[in-house]
């Protein structure tokens, strides 16, 4: 497995516990004490809830997946990486989603959530990487910035030079550096729910802070402290949070010409004809920079399958195998249409084994 890579995934499969209650009707075993086993739910659909980023590639294999496979077609609604665990975590039953899609890793505390309602057995696959993009429409100044100065123009509060802080000052990016265009500092971004908002700040802001002394004095010294610093946006109209929908930001941007975005490179791809992405320090947010490792604002995007839904809802094995297919996420699948950047090969193979331990799990029931 990559570096990279194996720096980003988890265990992989989590097998923690048994199977919890399900919301439809059941079969009684007729033995006391022992709880009902939960019925299959026959032409129930597989409900997929999450990442915006992640979702086009979601409802891509959904529609091929329902047209070929002989089983309905899955849903994939948009609730962003952060509402998308709630979601998820609330309980095992094919009325809950059985994938999540997330531009992020999911965290301990969201573990804690699911395990506190009996969701106990989840399965993290990665699907490819995505890039962080900064983009503006193509009648808007062409810019090149470093993660330096997007600490600088975002982050609520900043080094105000004499060893403390104060409120971010600057209204133009020429008042962070004399080498950015003139022009009003406002950012459409997503929200605090947002994994595209929890990587931007974390492979963007926060090492932008590091490249600061006073900064990085701050991080050895009390890293807690560092990261609220680095990673707290601004709230004073300079940042709007733009909900979880990337397209509707490209639509703001198209109309708005000095505004900037920030948002999945897949969506940079898509809409090529009507906004452009920013260059980070000088290298180009495209495909082939991202999979060099060359561009500094990539990350891996992950979807996490409730296994304890397996034998509740028919086809969920089989969609995770589809979607990680070579056809559809390999080097020549249908996905890279869609802006999706493969795992190289070997990683890719991995999450093919996973699949296939899913489709075990399902027949050993």
């Excluded at 060893?163 to 459409?188: A, E, T, Y």
């Excluded at 050895?220 to 680095?230: S, Y």
């Excluded at 890279?336 to 029931?365: C, F, H, M, S, T």
Aim: hydrophobic share 40%; net charge negative.
């Amino acid at each position: 497995m990559s570096v990279r890579l194996s720096c980003f995934l988890g265990a992989g499969v989590l097998i923690l516990a048994a199977c919890g209650q399900s919301d439809l009707k059941q079969l009684d075993t007729g033995e006391p004490g022992i709880k009902p086993v939960p019925a299959i739910a026959r032409n129930q659909k597989v409900k997929i809830v999450g990442s915006s980023t992640v979702a086009p590639f979601s409802r891509t294999v959904a529609e091929r997946f329902g047209a070929v496979s002989g089983f309905p077609t899955p849903i994939v609604e948009t609730t962003g990486t952060g509402g998308g665990f709630k979601a998820f975590c609330e309980g095992v039953g094919p009325v809950s989603p059985s994938i999540i899609n997330a531009s992020r890793p999911m965290k301990a505390s969201e573990r804690e959530l699911c395990a506190r309602a009996g969701v106990t057995d989840i399965t993290e696959v990665a699907l490819g990487y995505d890039g962080i993009v900064v983009a503006n429409s193509k009648a808007g100044a062409d810019f090149d910035v470093t993660k330096e100065q997007l600490y600088l123009a975002l982050a609520k509060e900043i080094p105000d030079g004499k060893g403390g802080f104060m409120p971010n000052p600057h209204k133009n990016w020429q008042d962070v550096s004399p080498d950015l265009p003139s022009g009003p500092i406002v950012v459409l971004g997503p929200p605090p729910t947002s994994g595209t908002r929890d990587a931007f700040v974390e492979l963007g802001m926060e090492k932008g802070a590091e490249a600061i002394p006073q900064l990085r004095d701050l991080k050895a010294a009390d890293e807690a402290a560092f990261k609220e610093r680095a990673h707290t946006v601004r709230t004073d109209g300079v940042w709007v949070d733009f909900g979880e929908n990337d397209s509707a930001i490209v639509q703001s941007l198209v109309k708005s010409p000095e505004a900037i975005g920030v948002l999945g490179f897949s969506f940079l791809e898509q809409n090529g004809d009507r906004v452009k992405g920013a260059r980070l320090a000088g290298v180009e947010a495209n495909f082939d920079n991202i999979v060099a490792g060359e561009y500094g604002l990539a990350r891996i995007m992950f979807f996490y399958v409730k296994d304890q839904n397996l034998p509740l809802v028919e086809g969920l094995a089989e969609f995770v195998s589809a979607s990680v297919d070579e056809g559809a996420a390999g080097h020549d699948g249908y996905l890279i249409e869609k802006g999706l950047i493969p795992l190289d090969q070997e990683d890719l193979k991995k999450q093919q084994a996973l699949a296939e331990q899913l489709e075990l799990k399902v027949r050993a029931y």
